[in-house]
Every structure is written in C-alpha cells, then in structure tokens.
C-alpha cells in the first residue's frame, strides 16, 4: 500500500497549532480500568497466545512467561473474559475441574473447536501473573439467570456451599471477589448467538441483574450497548435496553472498530470523531433515560471493545474459513503505523471522554487483533498499536486534563472537517508530573505546536517520544519484528511555560513533564 495523495484543495497552507493545558479544566482523575484488555477464546488468543504449555517459557499452568512479561510492559489492567461472541455459547462449567475430564466443545461464533484447557480458574490464576482485574462476561445467549448466578457462586463466594467448595477443591481456597460482570455480549448483533431485540435483552438483563446484586449489591454490571455506531438500532437500542434495567446497572458497553476504507488515509486518520460522536449519543441518551426515571444515578460508560480490524477482509474471507479446527489462526491482523496513530487517537478519545467512559478494553491482546503476537515454539513481539498503549498507560498519572487547541482543519470524506491536531494531558500534583498526548493528522505536513504550560509548573521535559515512519504503511511481522518503533521526538524546547514541538505527519507522540 502507499499513502494516498490529498487533493491539492484539501492541503492547508497553516503548519501551525496553538494548544493551551488549563490546570483546571479536569476532566476526571485517572481510573486505571481506561488502559483495559480483553481476552477471548478466539482463534489464538487463548490456545498458542498466552497458554502454550510446550513453549520453552511456559510455567507449570502452561502460560507463555514471555507474553506475561508483553503484557506487563503493555501495562493493562482490567481483563475482560472469555468472550466476545464466545460468551454466548459458553458453558463456563466445562472449563473447571480435572482437565483430563473436560469435554471439547464446538464453538459456534468462531466455527472452532474449544478444548476447555484453560477456564476460569487457571485465567484467573493468569490474571494474578500479569497483576490484571479479571472482568468476567455470562453467557445470556444460550443460557441466563442461573448459569450466572452459579459461576458468581463459584467465583466470589467464601466458601461452604457446593459451588464454592468445588472452586476450593480445584485449587483456589481464596474466591476471586470479581466486581464488573458484562451481562452477556453484543446482543443487538444478528450475528450473535441468541440475539434479541432490544425489549427482550432489556427484559433479561434487568432479570439478571437485580439477581446477581442479590447475592452481591456491590458488583458492578455492565450492560450490552450497541456493536458500533453504525448499527440500524444504535441509540434505541440503548434507550429501550436502559430504560428496562436502568437502575440495576452501573455501565452500558460500547464497542467500535476502525479501519483504513478506499483507500482514504484522510479519512481513517480521524476516525475518532466517529468515537467522540458514539460517546456522545450513549451519553445523551442515557442521560435521558436518568431523567425520564427520574433516577439519581448517572450512567456510566464500559468502552469495552475498541480497536482497529480488518473487518472487511475477515467478512470477505470468512467463506473460505476452514471449519472446526482448534486454535486456528482468525483476526491476526498485522498493524501499520497508520494504525497506531488512529489507535493512539482513540485513546487520547478516551481520555478525554473519561468523566464518563469510566473503563475501556482494548480488544484484544495476543494474537487475534492484538498489539502482541506471538509464534508457537517461537518469540512473541510487538505490534504499532503496542506503543501508544504502553506509553499512555504509563505516563497517564493524576488527573486528565482537556486542552485547548487551536488548529485548522482538512477535509475529509467520510467526517467532514476534522482538526489537525488532536491532544490530551494528564497532570498529578502528589508527583509533580504531567503527560501530554498529541495526533498530527496531516499527510503530508509538519506542525510546529506551540503549547502553554505554565499551569503545569513544569521544568524539565523528562520525555519526548513520537510513532512515525517515513513509510507510513510500515508494520512489524515475525521477520522483522523492530521495523517500527518509538524514536525520540526531536526538537522539543520548554522556556517559560512554553514547550515548542515540531509534529511529523500522520504521528502520535508522548511528552512526559517534570
Ligand atoms: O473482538 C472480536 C469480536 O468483535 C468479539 O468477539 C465481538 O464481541 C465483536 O463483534
């Protein structure tokens, strides 16, 4: 692939950005569920992702002790498992127990075989390793109220009832003490096992949790919002769905994948508008459920699929799909820089909507759609969409800051005018850090961004890191798996609460300040 060339039309003639950090325009303390994952039981994410039990890494649970070390550098939090589409045929039960005696099922959403190796207890004992929360999904595709009641038994419960017991005598005396529980997945998609309309899931989901807050009041559910802005539902279905279960639940999900269409990288490079209008409407429209009942409580938002998907090329290539096999390879993408800058932008989008995206999870993390890929009996390595993740994740601290900017703009088909230049910082007082987060979204121009601030108090730009290739469609592949990195962002200049940087085109970069 090569960049596409911008009419000369589109071209703005002004290379230059001013972004001002107001101290006081917080958006939110930073939650560290906003740097989520996800795991799925999908092609190999579990099987030859992060469980291989021959890998010369692999621990006595057969874990790859290199994709743990992957992961804690990528620097994720809250897990969200095991599905996905999955969830919606799964039964948790077959993946507990002596493993020798565990049945291989057929997963219908993926057409994979499922050998149950790994099930809620070794994941959770994976969780532990990687120092994640495990977010735990119930299927209410194929299954409901008393197949979640049990498997929150059998996590959460102390101990002295059959369920708790079995989880003691398969090896955790200790219950999990799960606190977000996804109220099954996707349900407005026809795709979806058991999919039904918005009345019906509503329904169901209130059923099932005000059950589940029975036994435990404090837990925190999430219920199924829309598979993406584009859905014939989106926003109705939200309404109807809240509108049945409003009060028994904490979050409503959103999920949303980009990727480069007709080869229009213009357009790609500002699909977080399309974000930032997805926020917006959930917002909106839970917000008018709030008010119409009334209620006290403000919903919150579980971003918690996001990422880019090929999703074209897997639909197109799902006829030729070899069926029932176990661990096949699906979804394994291999991200460009161009990626990872959109990828970059979504998560300062995030940020920036953290006051009420209150968690997000990227999906997903090994393998399938992943930032981290890795061979059978070989290396694991990093994706582009690593990067701006690892750095985000580490430099985010305090609390998240929305600046100003003033930039121009450039046309696009498909968002219409988009500004050049997006950014978010952080700032945490008990440190004295702060951390700025920009998108150069021009194809073919540099921008000198001038940026005050003073109200950080900073004195040292301790950081200055940048994703940009010369090549903007470079990737890194198991041949070459360093082509694309972090390269240091130079230039950059602080005087009297002014930082001056230089932005390449169709870049993300990080500014860490002390
Ligand atoms: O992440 C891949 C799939 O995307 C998930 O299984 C599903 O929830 C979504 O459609």
Redesign the pocket.
């Known amino acids: 692939m090569t960049i596409t060339s911008i009419p000369a039309e589109d071209l703005v003639t002004t290379a230059t950005a001013t972004v001002v950090v107001d101290r006081s325009a917080v958006v939110a303390p930073v939650n560290r569920r906003i740097f989520g994952s ?1 795991v ?1 039981h ?1 092609g190999r994410c579990v099987y030859d992702g992060i469980y291989e039990p021959e890998h010369p890494t692999a621990n006595e649970d057969g874990f790859r002790l290199d994709v743990v070390e992957l992961v804690k550098e990528l620097g994720s939090t809250t897990i969200r498992y095991p ?4 969830v919606s045929g799964y039964r948790w039960e077959d993946g507990v127990g002596p493993r020798e005696q565990r049945p291989v099922r057929r997963d219908l ?1 993926w057409h994979s075989l499922e050998s149950n190796q790994v099930g809620v207890d070794e994941f959770a004992r994976w969780c532990a390793l990687t120092n994640s929360e495990l977010m735990m999904a119930v299927n209410l595709g194929t299954r409901g109220i008393e197949a979640a009641l049990d498997l929150l038994e059998y996590t959460n419960h102390p101990s002295g009832t059959t369920l708790s017991e079995q989880r003691i005598a398969n090896g955790a005396r200790e219950p999990y003490n799960i606190r977000m529980w996804c109220l099954g ?2 349900m407005d ?1 026809p ?1 979806q096992i058991g999919h039904m309309s918005a009345e019906n899931y509503g329904r169901i989901a209130a059923r099932t949790a005000s059950a589940m807050k029975t036994a435990d009041k404090d837990l925190e559910l999430v219920v199924c919002g829309s ?1 993406s802005s584009a859905m014939p539902t989106f926003g109705e279905w939200e309404r109807v769905v809240l509108e049945q279960c409003y009060e028994d639940v904490d979050y409503i999900s959103c ?1 949303a ?1 980009y990727q480069e269409r007709n080869g229009d990288l213009g357009s790609y490079l500002a699909s977080s508008l399309d974000m930032q209008f997805f926020i917006e409407t959930v917002v909106a429209t839970a917000d008018h459920v709030k008010h119409k009942l009334r209620s006290k409580k403000t919903m919150q938002l579980s971003f918690d ?1 996001w ?1 880019i ?1 090929y999703l074209d090329e897997f639909q197109a290539s799902q006829v030729s799909q070899v069926e029932w096999e176990h661990a096949p390879r699906l ?1 394994e993408d291999v991200y460009s820089v161009a990626d990872a800058v959109v990828f970059g932008n979504l998560l300062i989008t995030l940020l920036k909507n953290h006051d009420r995206v209150a968690a997000a999870s990227l ?2 993390l090994v393998n ?2 992943a930032p981290i890929m890795t061979e059978p009996g070989g290396p694991a390595w990093r994706q582009a969409t690593f990067f701006p993740f690892s750095v985000t994740s580490r430099l985010a601290r305090g609390e998240v800051l929305r600046p100003r900017i003033d930039v121009g703009t450039y046309n696009t088909a498909v968002h219409g005018e988009a500004p050049l230049v997006d950014a978010v910082a952080t700032a945490d007082t008990a440190s004295g850090k702060s951390a700025l987060f920009l998108v150069n979204r021009s194809l073919s121009e540099w921008l000198e961004v001038t940026i005050n601030v003073a109200e950080l108090e900073a004195t040292v730009v301790e950081e200055a890191l940048t994703l940009h290739d010369e090549d903007a469609y470079a990737r890194n592949t198991l041949q070459d798996q360093d082509r694309v990195g972090l390269k240091p962002l130079e230039g950059v200049v602080l005087e009297g609460g002014i930082l001056t940087v230089s932005l390449p085109p169709v870049s993300w970069s990080a500014l860490a300040l002390g």
């Open positions: 996800f799925e999908l599905g996905g589409n999955f959403a997945n996707e998609g795709w598979s999920h994948y699929e990422n998907w979804l999906a997903q399938v759609i």
